[in-house]
């Protein structure tokens, strides 16, 4: 197929001028093609100015906007001043949103040289600007197309603008025409009036209603790049996800103490799992009434705890937590013990330790296998007693036989390999499994020797396997 002749020429590190022309006619009519004829555009290591048409087309059928659009940044650092001019304009005055939303990535080239699209692509979708003064001018026709961008009849196109071109919006418009743009979202838009955030930051401007909760989201977001920010009022707003995105914004906002003081007497677990996790990083005083009943909370202590000096709350939480009805909680709590044990190796034995050891070993007999195997590769970081094994080579549940069967064999616990080769057949047959993986010592060998006078064919092939390598 001619297709395939053409996506093979892509793999020599360059594109001829004919070969993307005949390229485009396969773009649209089946995803998957279009989307490989873009992974290989992007993959070459040289995108010439001639690859802008197809790379336009291939915007155009949406298949990946990411992707697409990055090439299309790749391919525009080599092109000249005219040649970018000419293509934003035309993409700028397109009849297709989504070739005029790629537009503002385009136009940050005409300021940096070489952009971290990645890294500017996820910073826009999270809504995470930085603000800091760009030194250079536009020009009218610039001006003229990003203008047009802000009063597009599509506001998604608006909202991308300002995120993309906040670093230049200042060289772009005076603070007059921002305020005009502010005025006009206002009145005309309540989807966009977050924005108002974004553009009031460029001017130092923190005059403007928070009737939206939208707005107010947005601010919590924000506010830490205002100089006096109105953090007390957001901490006691009725919206929830108000009050959840100021607590998530803890660590960025300075001068906090009496926030941190509202916000953890807040009812929503959410806020008040960020507000421990303020405190552990910060390594500030926890006080024990904002350990509630949520489990969203106290996981919350659990996976940002960084010092000894929350131990006693560590083991209420944990053994609070260890018995929980959702399995994924569970799970946390074994991902939990496993951690701080590790880093703490040397104190394994040490007393206050003893109690998270404890519940971290009850885990082999947890019913969701998931957890039993997380186990089963965690325990061989640790010492384990022979009393405890021995309890568990007397369960009548072979499933929690299966579990310590790796650490036996691991540590050559002769006595528990003795045990285990008179087992059931399933643990036999992993017991000869896991023996295989480890060096085999004459005790071992001897045992497999006494295995293979077994009726099950099945269990002498693997140790015949054995011991003839």
Not at 171 to 195: H, V
């Amino acid at each position: 197929m001619e297709i395939e002749n053409l996506l093979s020429s892509l793999d020599n590190d360059q594109i001829l001028l004919n070969t993307a022309k005949n390229l485009e006619k396969y773009v649209g009519p089946k995803n998957k093609i279009t989307l490989e004829i873009l992974n290989r555009l992007i993959a070459l290591p040289h995108k010439p100015n001639f690859l802008l048409r197809i790379a336009a087309l291939i915007l155009l059928e949406n298949v990946d906007f990411k992707k697409s659009v990055h090439l299309l940044v790749l391919i525009f650092e080599n092109c000249s001043i005219q040649e970018r001019f000419r293509f934003i304009n035309e993409m700028s005055k397109s009849k297709f949103y989504v070739q005029r939303m790629c537009v503002p990535y385009l136009i940050r080239l005409f300021w940096f040289d070489t952009i971290d699209f990645m890294e500017l692509f996820e910073r826009v979708e999270k809504n995470e600007p930085v603000y800091k003064e760009v030194k250079k001018s536009t020009t009218p026709e610039l001006k003229e197309i990003i203008l047009s961008l802000l009063n597009d009849e599509v506001e998604y196109i608006i909202k991308k603008t300002i995120l993309v071109l906040t670093e230049n919006l200042l060289n772009i418009l005076n603070r007059g025409e921002i305020e005009e743009i502010i005025t006009k979202i206002t009145k005309e838009s309540f989807n966009l009036q977050p924005m108002i955030v974004n553009l009031c930051l460029l001017i130092a401007k923190d005059d403007f209603p928070l009737d939206n909760w939208k707005v107010r989201i947005n601010y919590a977001k924000l506010c830490h790049n205002f100089l006096n920010p109105r953090v007390l009022t957001l901490a006691e707003d009725e919206s929830e996800e108000v009050r959840i995105c100021l607590s998530n914004n803890l660590m960025n906002i300075k001068k906090n103490d009496e926030l941190v003081a509202i916000l953890s007497t807040d009812k929503n677990p959410f806020v008040k799992s960020n507000v421990i996790k303020y405190l552990c990083l910060t390594n500030q005083n926890i006080p024990n009434d904002i350990i509630n009943e949520s489990w969203e909370v106290k996981l919350s202590l659990l996976n940002n705890c960084q010092s000894l000096k929350y131990i006693d709350l560590v083991i209420g939480t944990i053994n609070s937590l260890k018995d929980s009805k959702n399995w994924r909680v569970r799970k946390s709590v074994l991902d939990f013990c496993y951690k701080i044990l590790l880093e703490n190796k040397q104190l394994e034995r040490n007393e206050m330790f003893i109690p998270i050891k404890e519940v971290f070993l009850s885990f082999i007999y947890d019913k969701v296998s998931e957890i039993r195997n997380a186990l089963k590769n965690y325990i061989l970081e640790f010492e384990v007693e022979d009393n405890f094994i021995r309890k568990v080579l007397l369960n009548p549940n072979f499933k929690y036989r299966m579990i310590i069967i790796k650490y036996i064999v691991k540590n050559k616990i002769i006595w528990g390999i003795k045990e285990l080769s008179r087992d059931i057949l399933e643990i036999r047959k992993e017991l000869i499994n896991e023996v295989n993986n480890y060096e085999i010592n004459e005790d071992i060998l001897n045992i497999l020797h006494e295995m293979i006078n077994c009726e099950e064919k099945e269990i002498k092939d693997l140790i015949e396997n054995i011991i003839n390598q």
